[in-house]
């Protein structure tokens, strides 16, 4: 889909219309609408037709925009298709082709710094009458997205105070999540911040999001955790808004020695 929508724009930029693009290219405009809307896939060699045909100079885009193209079908998130929404498969591609994650969350813990424990006990309160083959799967497929942090992947989240007082599962599970976030945040390409209820002039954000870096800036993504589902924001307009809110919530956030100490005070309190 987002393959799709690159190769739109560069069309729209260019100032064609899907008409004439089918016909240079020796197929019919429903071709060009299924390719835009991610419903077929394209070849590389089709595909750097393209470009060249929207003169696009990109050198870099164009490579990243071929890895795409060559990779439909290959991540080992294809294993849970037709299992779990295609949202959630989604999301495990934009994370494993990132180059750089940031994450903010309000009452959750992000899901991919989650032990297996607090997820079953989020899954059985969120969804109380999932058959425990659904759940088994879902705590699995979340597992596997921690991949991420294995492959050196720069993850930078904010979390804010709410969340880590959250005892899901009890005192116990939460005593050893909070410990696994410490643990996390050791690591060389983890940062891991806190927004605490002290912070003056913080307004917050009511909803969790992540902004992916893509291997291009253009590529960039905002994925984001509403009522009706997972949403992904690729517009460069909103981008924008959405880098100046994650601004503004570095801004509340605490150092991340002070943000560790307050994990660690909160840890001692369970």
């Not at 002039?201 to 509403?226: C, E, K, N, R, S």
Request: proline share 4%; hydrophobic share 45%.
């Amino acid at each position: 889909m987002r393959l799709g929508a690159e190769l739109r724009r560069l069309r729209e930029a260019a100032g064609l219309v899907s008409r004439d693009v089918a016909a240079w290219l020796g197929t019919n405009q429903a071709q060009i609408s299924n390719i835009e809307s991610g419903k077929h896939g394209i070849s590389e060699e089709r595909l750097r037709r393209l470009t060249e045909h929207y003169s696009c100079d990109d050198a870099q885009l164009i490579c990243a925009l071929v890895d795409m193209a060559n990779e439909r079908g290959r991540g080992w998130w294809e294993e849970y298709r037709d299992v779990l929404p295609p949202t959630a498969l989604d999301l495990a591609e934009l994370e494993h082709h990132a180059s750089g994650v940031r994450a903010f969350e309000v009452v959750h813990i992000p899901g991919v710094l989650q032990i297996e424990e607090h997820m079953c006990a989020a899954s059985l309160f969120v969804e109380p009458n999932l058959p425990e083959q659904d759940r088994e799967v879902r705590v699995s497929f979340r597992m596997r997205r921690q991949q991420v942090l294995e492959s050196g992947t720069p993850y930078d989240v904010v979390i804010h105070e709410a969340a880590l007082r959250m005892r899901v599962g009890g005192s116990k599970v939460a005593r050893a999540q909070l410990e696994h976030l410490l643990w996390a945040a050791s690591r060389e390409t983890v940062s891991l911040r806190v927004v605490p209820f002290a912070a003056e002039g913080f307004a917050g954000a009511g909803f969790p999001m992540q902004y992916v870096f893509g291997v291009v800036p253009q590529l960039d993504t905002v994925q984001i955790d509403t009522t009706h589902g997972t949403e992904f924001v690729d517009a460069s307009a909103r981008l924008n808004r959405y880098r100046a809110l994650f601004k503004s919530i570095d801004t509340a956030a605490l150092p991340q020695h002070a943000s560790l100490d307050l994990i660690r005070r909160i840890v001692q309190e369970l």
